[in-house]
């Protein structure tokens, strides 16, 4: 988190310690980067819920490990994100094995690119 210090307040930066202390680090434990997947964040987040988080939380803990996420992108230590925009092609046959976004990470994915474009968060 150092590295958003700068351009962050301190009660957000808290609180994003609190998403890693909380709920980031006792699910994903000692999982390798590549181990997080588009899958596994789906159960964590319905893990979240069923443990009583509001929707808003929970967006805001995601939040968290997507920033966690482009942070390794950023520095190579990983390829690309879990949750990456996907492109149908033409030619590419749709099937039920392909990733496909929620409307919960659909809404991520575009309040991302809107708060690169903005600043801020669309929803």
């Given at each position: 988190m150092a590295h958003e210090a700068a351009r962050l307040s301190q009660a957000v930066l808290a609180r994003r310690g609190a998403h890693f202390k909380d709920h980031l680090l006792p699910f994903l434990g000692e999982s390798q980067l590549y181990d997080i997947t588009a899958m596994r964040i789906r159960q964590f987040t319905d893990t979240l819920g069923r443990k009583?988080?509001?929707?808003?939380?929970?967006?805001?803990?995601?939040?968290?490990?997507?920033?966690?996420?482009?942070?390794?992108?950023?520095?190579?230590?990983?390829?690309v994100l879990?949750?990456?925009?996907?492109?149908?092609?033409?030619?590419?046959?749709?099937?039920?094995?392909?990733?496909t976004l929620s409307e919960y990470e659909f809404k991520g994915l575009?309040?991302?690119l809107i708060g690169d474009i903005?600043?801020?968060?669309a929803f």
């Open positions: 009583g988080l509001s929707q808003a939380h929970i967006e805001q803990v995601i939040l968290s490990l997507r920033v966690c996420l482009k942070y390794a992108v950023n520095k190579c230590w990983l390829n879990p949750w990456p925009k996907h492109r149908v092609q033409q030619d590419m046959p749709i099937t039920l094995s392909m990733p575009y309040n991302d903005r600043g801020s968060r």
